[in-house]
């Protein structure tokens, strides 16, 4: 599905609920990665990318994921630091 495709479907569902969690739950229903969730909140709802990342990384849809996400990201981060540190 195309980025435009999943534009319409975040559309479809908070156009009619004004719910972005439900909207989120469909976006990923439809095969969604949680970056592209955050790419259309940034698109659709005008929100920076701090913002729209908090809100999907906080959605009950995507909470089986926070935990290894955010384990992620801090070691991401981590790496970042010890090649800064080189």
Not at 12 to 22: F, H, P, R
Not at 47 to 64: G, H, K, Q, Y
């Amino acid at each position: 599905m195309s980025t435009e495709n999943y534009r319409e479907t975040f559309r479809s569902v908070y156009d009619s609920s004004k719910d972005v969690d439900s909207a989120i739950h469909e976006l990923k229903r439809n095969g969604a990665t949680q970056a592209v969730s955050v790419l259309v909140l940034v698109k659709e709802l005008s929100l920076s990318l701090p913002e729209a990342d908090r809100i999907v990384f906080n959605s009950t849809a995507w909470t089986e994921a926070a935990n290894s996400t955010y384990k992620w990201r801090n070691e991401f981060g981590d790496y970042l630091e010890d090649l800064s540190g080189m």
